[in-house]
Structure formats: C-alpha cells, structure tokens
C-alpha cells in the first residue's frame, strides 16, 4: 500500500510545489483519522524517501515541518485525532455536535494557512521513477480496515473499550502478531509519565490554587503557555479540572501544539524521524521549525479571541 501511494503521489505532481502540497495534506486529512503521531510517522519518511528520489532532498526541511504543522492543526477536528481531543471529549462529555462546532473554524482556518505555506516552495519539476509497486495483500488491508472502524466505534461509545481490546489483541496475536513487537511502548510509556506528571501537580494543593487563579478568564492563554513548556496532552489532563470553559480549553491546548517543539510530542516525533535522513541538520531544522510554528500560532490565537 505504501509502494502504491509514493508512485500515486509521484504521477499525479509535476512540480515540488504541487507535491509538497500532496505530501502535507496527506498528514493534515489523516491524522483526523489515524491521529497526529500515526501521520508522522507514515507520512515523514515517505517525504524522505520521495524527496531523494527525486533528487530534492534539500527541500526536505520545509515540507517536513509543514507536515508537522499540518498533522497537529489537521488533527484538531476530531475526537480520535489526538490524545488531549480524545481526553477531554470524554472528561467532559461531548457530543460529536459540540466538539466539531468548537474545531470546525479554526480547523477550515488551518487548511488555508498550512496549504497556502506550501506554496513559499518553487515549482522546481519533478521526475521519478518508482517502477512497479508490489501487490496489495487485501486479507491484511481488510482485517487492519475493520479493527480501525471498530476502534472508531469504541471513541463514538457504540462499543465498550475492554471489548475492543480484548478482540483488538486476539485479532492481532492470530493474523499479525509481528505489528505487536513493533509498537513504539517506549512512546506510550512517555505519555504515562506525563499523566503521572500532571496527575500529581493538580493534587498539590498550592499549585491547585495557583492553576484555578491562572484558569479564571484566562483558560485559552494559560492552556496554551503551558503546553509549550509541558506539551500539550499533560497540559489538557492538568488543566481540564479547574476550568468549565471547554472550548477554551481545547483551542488552547490543539493552537498550542504549535510554538516549541516539546508543545507537542508528535513535533518531537518528527524531529527524530528527520534526524535519521542522510545530511540532516538539526540546527537549521528547528529555526525554520520555531519561524513557522510562531507565525501560525499568532494567526489562529488572533482569530481565536475574535471568534470567543
């Protein structure tokens, strides 16, 4: 499937700008579905992998932020597309009415900002050769299609979770028990500590008191300053108890994946996935990193307090 995407992509571009668009919305309309971390890690090394066939490499920088950029805001729509979405679409009960009301703006805002970043790219020709991609195996694209719909049932609360996992694992451990040993647990084990992390700051009764003070009126600012410093999913489970202004809360902490690279551990996946390709350069990387993450953060946080 991947083989046949990267000649799909390739066919379709003639230029690196049309491409580095195709290869940026892929990470912006997937992480809704497959969330943020999932769409970097597909979508990232595959930009590697097209970029030096085409000998336009030297362009990776760029469009590896850009589908940074595009997985965090893209991935603001849905419940499923992020961990501090699905957290607080479940701590505070939404419908999937109120949630898209709340992201549907600033996510249509998003789209225009990340596609018209793409086009600061010239409109250098592409040629590439990929050849023939190997054939798809339906039976594992069918069984990996039907556990994700179910997965999306247990987020829509159609099934219960320790039914889902128990299939999830049963299903996984019959057909495709090798994907098992390939889970990044050092990453899950990341985020656990955080939730420890964060869990035991709220019940520090000054730093409750400090935290409520912070929160009254000033929900969207504080979710967002604190994210760039605790990244963002610590910061929704910290904060989510002392305010009743989801909205806020929410924007605050989706906007505020954008800003330094800890603002959001998908940023610090992609860093490390850019790291791995042949002549990277960290320092470059993070400035123009920092320079497109502040000047989308101010538009949308300037467009957040006009539509409050």
């Known amino acids: 499937l991947f083989d046949y995407l990267a000649q799909t992509v390739c066919e379709r571009s003639g230029t690196l700008r049309l491409l580095s668009v195709l290869l940026v919305l892929l990470c912006f309309f997937s992480s809704m579905l497959i969330t943020n971390d999932v769409a970097l890690l597909t979508f990232v090394p595959f930009a590697v992998i097209v970029l030096g066939m085409a000998k336009l ?41 109120d949630f898209l009301a709340m992201t549907l703006p600033i996510w249509l805002l998003s789209l225009i900002l990340v596609t018209a970043a793409c086009f600061t790219l010239p409109k ?51 057909f495709d028990r090798q994907i098992l040993l390939r889970a990044d647990f050092m990453l899950l084990l990341t985020f656990v500590a955080f939730f420890v992390f964060s869990g035991n700051l709220a019940r520090m009764d000054r730093v409750a008191a400090m935290l409520e003070n912070l929160m009254e009126g000033r929900e969207y600012l504080t979710s967002l300053l604190a994210s760039q410093v605790i990244s963002n999913v610590p910061a929704a ?70 539509l409050a």
């Not at 501090?84 to 999937?96: I, K, T």
């Not at 719909?149 to 996984?172: E, F, S, Y």
């Open 57 to 97: 490499d030297g362009h990776l920088i760029r469009i590896a932020v850009l589908q940074t950029v595009a997985a965090n805001l893209g991935s603001m729509l849905t419940p499923v597309g992020n961990p501090q979405n699905l957290y607080l679409y479940s701590a505070f009960d939404l419908s999937m009415d």
């Open 124 to 174: 250098t020709p592409v040629e590439v050769h990929l050849g023939m991609y190997r054939e798809i195996d339906k039976r594992e694209l069918l069984i990996h299609s039907l556990l994700f719909v179910l997965c999306l049932l247990v987020v829509l609360r159609i099934i219960q979770w320790p039914v889902m996992l128990g299939l999830l694992i049963a299903v996984l451990l019959a």
């Open 237 to 306: 489970l910290l904060l989510s108890g002392f305010t009743d202004n989801v909205r806020s809360l929410l924007l605050g902490v989706d906007i505020g994946g954008l800003g330094t690279p800890i603002a959001s551990l998908a940023s610090l996946i992609s860093l490390k996935l850019y790291l791995h390709a042949e002549g990277a350069r960290a320092d470059r990387y993070l400035l123009e990193f920092t320079a497109i993450n502040v000047i989308l953060l101010l538009i949308l946080s300037a467009v957040q307090y006009l």
